[in-house]
């Protein structure tokens, strides 16, 4: 083989090793839009995927001592390139599908759902997989160099991986989305494979332009419908794909928004023109610094920050019951800040008082300017909190920004009868609070605790509900009262979470499996 053909070839390799990567990466936000980013999905997918890998090293190498032609390794490549497009495009209705099982709660439907989708990647990944040892046969032409080729077309094969793993993620995908994604990959994959049969078969080689044919096609059948249809008697506003998430807003008849995100399962804020409580959890953290001994009043809280600010549902409670508060809010991705200035009135024009961060919350909370009344922490990707958010070391991070009256409120998840994870965050949150207080939100799965920086009990809250100011929002007074009426007790377990230990996705999963196996899909069609 010529030094320029091989050069080539290596080349070739390169291109491979990126596409491989970087279809790995896409692969889990082309699941994430329905499915979650949990461990559990990342796990199935890069086990599947080295599965597949392992698969196109084996019948690589076999085809390779069978038919060692340049030819055969360019249509390889050229087929790798067309099944790698047809992924997001055959994935797509698959997805619709599933989408509608998730919020149906048709568990067998969406596991199947994910199964199909997952084994789309079978025959485009053991394509690929089988790039590296073809290639090593027909660039080893002197046994005394195999070693040295081997190595180097496997440096190259990773350098390529390594430029696939975040070439998508912090350029590609946030600019163009999932599916224009892995078409890129696959027309740059392609572009390479044609151009290598080219000089290989010549004009023989210009049989394979079909296949852009094809996926032409299919990307404008595709491509026209969104991933999520909007729930029943919602339409769709809005709808996009960051860095972080799948982005939709939607709207009902009665001119309410919605902000949903990745697999739809959850509200993640509400916003209506005419109200400001929207009967949902966020509502409760109005009621937080009132768990203080009291007496405690409106004038007492003195600044709030948010952690999981996503449109700004919690920020536009607190403005409208305190409007000179400052309010920080923290959210990772800068796309939710976008929709909920557009959408949600999270704008300087209607909360002049709020600040936002659009970083890392763990970074953020040691560095806030202020120390703080209320730290509210609702950062959820349904059903599961971020572990980070959930530890001592974490905990004590916030009541380092609190002031000495200060609180801090999270919203938990948990179900009628299986309330471990509730018990674990308030075991975690009693390693640096003093007091932990509890209200289970109605018609719904979630628990809202408040850990205090002074001592108090659940009756403090009566306290304060009752020396309420005449001239008191009409709006706290009301939540204070729904406060008081749903207070739980708690029973602490033996779980602490640590930033060394927190098996929160694990208890998290193990909390659902048993919730469907008992038949909480009926529960959950009956409390939406």
Known sequence: MSEQRRNYLYFAVFVSGMTTLAVEITASRLLGSVFGTSNLIWANVIGLILLFLTAGYFLGGRL???????????????????????????????????????QGIEAGLAIGSFAVVLLLFAAPITLLGMVSPFAIRLAVDDAERAGSISGRIYAISTLGSLIGTFLPVLVI??????????????????????????????????????????IAGLAALALSQP????????????????????????????????????????VHSEWHPAQILTGRTWDFFLAAPYFNPPPYAPDDVQALAIVGLAAGTIARQYTAVYPDIPIDGIEIDPAIVAAGARYFDMNAAAMPNLTVYTEDARYVVKTLPRRYSVIGIDAYRPPYIPWQLCTVEFFREVRDRLADDGVVVINVGRTQTDRRLVDALAATLLEVFPSVEAMDVPYSFNTILVAT???????????????????????????????ASTRVALTPSDLVFTDDHAPVERLVDSLVLNFLLSGGAEQLRQNP
Request: glycine share 6%; net charge neutral.
């Open 64 to 102: 390779a001592d069978r038919s060692p032609q340049p030819a055969r390794f360019y249509q390889i490549l050229l087929w790798g390139a067309f099944c790698n497009a047809l992924v997001p495009l055959l994935a797509r209705p698959v997805l619709a599908l599933a989408a509608r099982s998730v």
């Open 173 to 214: 995908t946030p600019e163009v989305g999932t599916f224009w994604t892995f078409l890129i990959f696959a027309a740059l994959l392609y572009i390479v494979g044609l151009i290598g049969l080219l000089r290989a078969r010549g004009t023989a080689a210009l049989r394979y332009l079909w296949m852009l044919v094809v």
């Open 227 to 266: 991933v999520r249809a909007a729930p029943p008697g919602q339409t769709i506003l809005y709808q996009t794909e960051s860095a972080y998430n799948y982005i939709q807003v939607t709207e009902d008849a009665q001119g309410a928004r919605y902000l949903y995100l990745n697999e739809g399962q959850g």
């Open 453 to 483: 920086v002074q001592p108090s009990d659940s009756a403090d809250l009566d306290a304060n509900l009752a020396a309420l100011p005449a001239d008191a929002s009409p709006l706290l007074r009301q939540t204070l009262e729904l406060a």
